[in-house]
Each structure stands twice: as C-alpha cells, then as structure tokens.
C-alpha cells in the first residue's frame, strides 16, 4: 500500500449528503419540540442557524485544509465573551448564560464532532484545540452551581453534547491524542 | 537582550527570481509545493528518519530556512528550530502551513515503506529537491544499516553548492519576449468534492519504453508528451469541443546549459502548442511534438525564455512596489497567468542512486500540485528500469489517465497502475 487509505471521494460526497440530511431531521425534530412545549420562545430557530453555521465552516475547512479547531475554540471564546458583554449592558438578565452560552458550547462541540469522524486522519493539528474545547464546554456545569442559570435544560444539553464530543474524539482519535499532547508540551 | 544578538545573527539570503513569485501568489489552492517519494523494501523506523533528516540538514544547511516578508520581497532566514517528522496524513502537495511546521518550508512523512519530502518551490526546484532528498535517504539507510555501510559512513560525501541567483548571472538583458499571447485549453469537467487530490502512478517498463521512442526517433520526453496531448484530446478536448491549442509546460534544468551550483531555482520551461485543427492521429502529434521541442528546446530560445521572466524581477518599477501591494496585484492576475498552460508536465530524469544503497529501494515517486486552472499535472522520475508518470489531478474524473495507459500498453510496453484510492480506476482487460 503506496497511501494511507483516504476516503473514497464518491463516499466523502455520499457521507457529507448523510450528515446534512441528519441535521436536517435533527432541526424538524427541534422544531417541533419548540412549537409544542414552548410556544412562546424562538431557540430552535437560534439554533437551526447555528447548525447551519457549523456546516458552512465545516465544510469550507475541509475544503481549504485550514486548521478549523483553532478558529472554532477562538471564534466560542470571542462570542461568548460579546454575548455576555450585551447581556450585561442591557440588564444583565443572564440569558447569556442560560441560553447563548450554552448554545455556542453546543455548536462549538458538534463542529468538532464533525471534523473527528471525516477528518480524523490529520486530528494531530486538532487534538490541542479539542481538548480547551471540552474544558470549556463544561463551563454550564459552573453555571448551574453558582445558580446563574433560570432554565437548565439548554446547559445540560450543551453538557451532554460536549460529552458524546469528548468520549466519540478518545474513541477514533486516541494515537493523535497522546502524539499530539506529546508534541505540543515537549513531553 | 541574548535572543536579540542571535536574531541578528541569523543567516538570511534573498529569493532568486523564479521564488519571487512563488509566495506572492501562494495559497490553499495555488500551494507551489511538489513531492518526492522513496519506496523502500522496508517498514520506515520514524525515529531513524528524524535522525537522517536532521543529520541531512547540517550537510544541506541551505534547507533550514524560514520564509520572512521584508517591504519590498520576501526573504529567507536561518530556522533554528528543529524539523518535524510526521506520518502521512494528508493529500500529496497540500499547502505547507508553515506556522503547523515550525516554519520550515519543506514537510518530511512517512507511511509503511515510503518516505515523502513535500518541498516549497520557493526554496528550490526539483532537481536541487532530488540532491537532499537522496541525503535523507541515503542517511537513512547508514544509520538503519550502520553494519552494512560502515565504509559509507567513513567516507563522507562530497557536496558543493552554492545558493547564488544563476539567473542574474546567466540572463541576456537584450533577449526578446517569445511567449505565445494566445490563451490555452482549460480541461473540462467537474472538480473532486472537498479538496481531495487523485494520484494516479502509470509504472511503465523503461527499456520496453526507450525501444519504442528508438523506432520512432524520439526522447522519451518526447514520446510521453505526445502521448499526453493525444490523450488530452480524446478524453476532455474532442467531447467538450475545445478550441484553443493545448499547451503543454514543460520545464527545464538549466544546469543543463548552464555552469551553475546553485541549489537555488535554477529552471525555465518550453511550451508545446499544439493547435488540433491539423493535428488528428497521434503519429501527427508525435511529429509536431518532435519538431517544436526542435524549435523550443536550443540554448537560445531558453535563454529568451529565461530573461523575459528576470527581467520582469529585476524591473525597476515592479521592485519598487510595497510587498503588501504586490501580493494584491499578483493574486488578482495569477489565474489569468495560469490560462496560458494546459496541463504542465516535469519529468525529472534518472534517480541516480549510488551502488549498495538501491538494493534496499523500490521505487522513487515524483508530483506536483494540480491547481484550479491547471486541473491535472504530469510528472515522472525513472529508477531502475522503472519510469513512474504520475497524474495529480483535482478533476473528477480519470479518462485521461486511461486513455494515456491504453495507449502505452498498445505499444506492447509492460506498464502497471497504483493510486490513492481518491478516484476508481476503471480496470483494463489484462488488468481483470
């Protein structure tokens, strides 16, 4: 074997056709749960477009070879930052972190999650960035403890989203993980 | 206050003419990078191969750069880091992020047997590439083997360069620009999903190859330019009827016609145009091929070629425009530049390796990177009595590298494929 095995552009195109389609039914379903138990607010549509969001950075980084973990912990650092910074402004009624934060935690995770299963050939560049990414993801854990959430179900969703995140990325991609540990730290 | 003397110490030398461009125009997708690769008949040892590379780079300083960008050019600068090994993960020729590579502008993996070297054509040309290439390996094998090439390691082996800009040197500031004004064909079709590379390898039997180009008159460079151009034609120019001449690129050491030691970029390039209007059987393309590598190939000629280009460098005006500035106006005009080129074809010769160290070879590997103008690249390197022509190509889409390996085995010349496994190759009979 000349190369390691790569997937087979037929079944990378069919494989992002599968996931899109599975977001797809993942957005329906959320819709409708929104529709049907709370009528009165908007979060699913919030974050329809925030799956939308991951798939178009997902795919351009696939695309452009780009190292996306470094701009996706960068990019849920910075705006959750802003966020908190608008809520504080206008009120300070927390929504920043019982809704907004969580949300971009969620996103941030399934981009990740993402990227581990069709590009976890070249994880090792990733590996750092994934593991700030799951410290950070456990930041609603700190906002329930410290009682600045109304609602929780978002932060244990972002929590459990982080989860399955963590646990798919020490499954497939546990070589990169302790060469990419080794590496980055002079180990 | 210590780090700052030993930052102005630091070695630095200016890009020669032809890398000027390259990293003004260089991005995701125009990478400039082309690959070297060795199969042994071993399992590669990644420790053993960190070794030999560092070791290669104390013999090959002139390797051990970074890229910096001054006001005007860019310029190289000493890396005093040390150089990363990895396994291969990703396509051949990718774009070197150099802050994912300690800055060094050349990236050595390895997978199984093979060793790979990705090189910048900022730092060098493929020849220069081959010469270090061949220290890796050839370090490699003496501290694999050390018992079996204990001569080898007493005696150390002799390399001279220089990094001089033979260009400067060698140009002809009253030559005449001989570039055709006349746009290329584009190959046709869609591109591969997600920026995915096809490597196609047509191993061809290099006697039974050389037998054949005897009986017709012609260079083996010749022949499989030919043979490109037909199978241009059949599989993307006639369907899509194509009008503009396929222009093929082919570039050449100018250490050929030149005294030069440089390690540096030290390459022009001939274009075959071949216009399909009067060309229909591939007896006639192999003549028009023979008479314009006739034409194209003389010292003069190659000359005009190659001071057309310095002197566009050395243009007083152009060197005088802020790099920031430059770098806008190339990458707004590079895909026009690139519309003058069909399809680019390197074939770097003979991998000459020295007695006892080609028993633990296979084969040699040479690629360049395909690019969204220039969909498909050719390039071979011959080893033994094997000539590797390999397709990288981002065109989804293998007709012409069937058509190309039918042709060959018409012939009666043995030829065998291997790819990346990114495209299916459709099997032939005797292959079924």
Redesign the interface.
């Known amino acids: 074997m000349l190369y390691p095995k790569k997937i087979n552009a037929k079944k990378g195109k069919k494989m992002i056709q599968i996931g899109i389609a599975i977001s797809i039914v993942i957005a329906l379903i959320l819709w409708g749960t929104q529709k049907a138990f709370t009528p009165q607010s908007h979060w699913a549509w919030i974050t329809i477009a925030c799956m939308i969001y991951a798939w178009i950075i997902t795919l351009y980084s696939i695309k452009t070879c780009q190292n996306i973990a470094g701009h996706v912990f960068l990019q849920m650092l910075a705006v959750s930052a802003l966020l908190v910074y608008i809520d504080y402004i206008t009120g300070f009624e927390k929504w920043s972190f019982g809704i907004a934060i969580p949300i971009v935690i969620m996103t941030a995770n399934i981009i990740m999650l993402i990227l581990t299963i069709v590009a976890r050939n070249r994880y090792i560049q990733y590996v750092i960035y994934q593991i700030f990414i799951c410290i950070v993801s456990y930041l609603p854990v700190v906002f329930i403890t410290e009682h600045l959430v109304k609602d929780e179900i978002l932060s244990y969703l972002a929590l459990g989203a982080s989860i399955i995140n963590f646990i798919v990325f020490v499954i497939l991609c546990h070589k990169s993980l302790i060469e990419g540990v080794k590496r980055k730290l002079h180990m | 206050m210590k780090n700052m003397e030993e930052k102005q110490n630091l070695y630095w030398r200016r890009l020669d003419n032809s890398a000027k461009i390259f990293p003004l125009s260089v991005s995701?997708?125009y990478s400039t990078v082309f690959r070297i690769s060795c199969?042994l008949k071993e399992k590669v040892v990644p420790k053993i191969l960190e070794k030999a590379v560092e070791k290669a780079l104390e013999v090959y300083p002139f390797f051990k750069v970074k890229l910096k960008s001054g006001f005007f050019w860019y310029y190289l600068e000493e890396n005093p880091k040390k150089p990363?090994v990895?396994?291969?993960?990703?396509?051949p020729c990718?774009?070197i992020?150099p802050?994912?590579n300690r800055q060094y502008l050349f990236k050595v993996t390895y997978?199984?047997r093979?060793i790979n070297i990705d090189i910048n054509h900022v730092l060098t040309d493929g020849n220069s590439a081959t010469n270090f290439f061949k220290e890796i390996i050839y370090t490699y094998l003496e501290l694999k083997h050390e018992k079996n090439f204990e001569e080898e390691i007493r005696l150390t082996r002799k390399v001279e360069y220089t990094s001089e800009d033979s260009y400067l040197k060698n140009y002809n500031k009253k030559a005449k620009n001989n570039a055709s004004s006349q746009k290329a064909y584009i190959l046709q079709g869609k591109n591969?999903?997600?920026?995915?590379i096809?490597?196609i390898?047509e191993i061809i039997d290099f006697d039974a190859l050389k037998k054949v180009c005897k009986e017709k008159d012609v260079t083996v460079t010749m022949f499989l330019t030919a043979v490109l151009i037909y199978a241009i034609y059949e599989a993307n120019y006639k369907p899509s009827h194509g009008k503009k001449p396929i222009k093929v690129c082919i570039p050449v050491n100018l250490k050929k016609y030149f005294p030069s030691t440089t390690m540096s970029n030290f390459f022009s390039y001939i274009t075959v145009e071949a216009h399909m209007k009067n060309l229909d059987t591939f007896e006639e393309i192999l003549q028009f091929v023979k008479l314009e590598f006739k034409q194209k190939l003389t010292e003069k000629e190659i000359v005009n070629t190659m001071s057309t280009n310095v002197k566009i460098g050395t243009n007083a005006f152009i060197k005088g425009i802020p790099l920031l500035l430059k770098k806008m106006l190339v990458r707004i005009g590079y895909v026009e530049i690139r519309k003058y080129t069909t399809i680019t074809f390197s074939n770097i010769g003979r991998m000459g390796i020295i007695g006892k160290y080609q028993d633990y070879i296979e084969e040699f590997?040479f690629m360049i990177a395909p690019e969204p103008v220039e969909k498909i690249k050719c390039s071979a390197c011959t080893f033994n009595n094997q000539l590797v022509f390999t397709f990288t190509s981002i065109l989804?889409d293998t007709k012409i590298e069937e058509i190309f390996y039918e042709f060959i085995q018409q012939q009666g010349v043995p030829i065998t494929r291997?790819s990346?496994?990114?495209?299916?190759i459709k099997k032939s009979r005797e292959e079924k």
């Open positions: 995701k997708k199969v990363t990895e396994i291969e993960s990703n396509y990718k774009y992020d802050k994912n997978f199984d093979k591969i999903a997600l920026g995915a096809s490597v390898h590997l989804d291997q990346n496994g990114v495209l299916e």
